[in-house]
């Protein structure tokens, strides 16, 4: 089955720098590769996905890239803010079920 | 639209019973997929319905099944409970209708403490 290894675990950050989350998975078959923002006791949220027609994707202050070749992915936030401080997971898609990493836990530091 | 609900919310038992959680999806979704959230495991994949049939199911023991109704809401079943089955259980809906996935709204959850 589909196996997606998240890497850092911690990631702290001062308030303006960038934070890069990096993924691999290993099933080819994958297709679509969300990422997943997790608030303290909140409910996981979308915050961006990238499909493997597409090598990169950005929203505002988020960017995600796409090796399929290498098989992994990557968030990108820049100039980061207090309430950037979450869990963050990444996953990837096959047969219509999503396998999640371990989840990044990202502090922003005022 | 409302947003995806889940009930109850919080439950306790007791090692042995059994546990039924429920699950509604938002209007107009008829795809429902389940998750165990645990601090050491992250989110780990229970199964997937569309349309009251299983696409999909994760690596967990027989002891966890699953059904969904003709109205899209699910229901999950955890038999003979065990201390390891403590966790947030999560749902999320997507509409499932095309072949490619798409966002998956997640439910708040219900969080299993079992004794």
């Known amino acids: 089955g589909e196996n997606v290894e998240q890497h850092p675990s911690t990631l702290s950050v001062q308030e303006g720098d960038s934070a890069v989350i990096k993924c691999t998975y290993s099933?080819?078959?994958?297709?679509?590769f969300p990422w997943y923002k997790q608030e303290l006791g909140k409910r996981p949220q979308l915050i961006i996905d990238i499909r493997s027609n597409v090598g990169e994707k950005k929203d505002q202050r988020i960017a995600v890239t796409l090796n399929k070749t290498a098989k992994h992915f990557s968030l990108h936030i820049t100039e980061t803010q207090p309430e950037d401080s979450a869990v963050y997971f990444c996953a990837a898609d096959v047969d219509y079920k999503l396998s999640f990493g371990a989840g990044t836990t990202v502090t922003v530091r005022a | 639209k409302a947003g995806v609900t889940q009930t109850p919310r919080y439950l306790i038992k007791t090692r042995g019973q059994q546990v039924t959680l429920s699950c509604s999806p938002i209007s107009g979704h008829r795809s429902v997929s389940w998750y165990q959230q645990t601090p050491g495991q992250g989110l780990q994949f229970l199964f997937e319905?569309?349309?009251?049939?299983?696409?999909n199911k994760g690596n967990f023991p027989g002891r966890f099944s699953g059904r969904q109704f003709s109205n899209s809401r699910s229901e999950m079943n955890v038999s003979t409970l065990e201390l390891g089955d403590s966790a947030l259980y999560l749902c999320a809906s997507t509409p499932g209708t095309s072949g490619a996935y798409n966002e998956q709204f997640f439910g708040p959850g219900t969080r299993l403490t079992v004794l």
């Open positions: 319905y569309f349309s009251e049939t299983q696409r």
């Open positions: 099933d080819s078959a994958s297709n679509y």
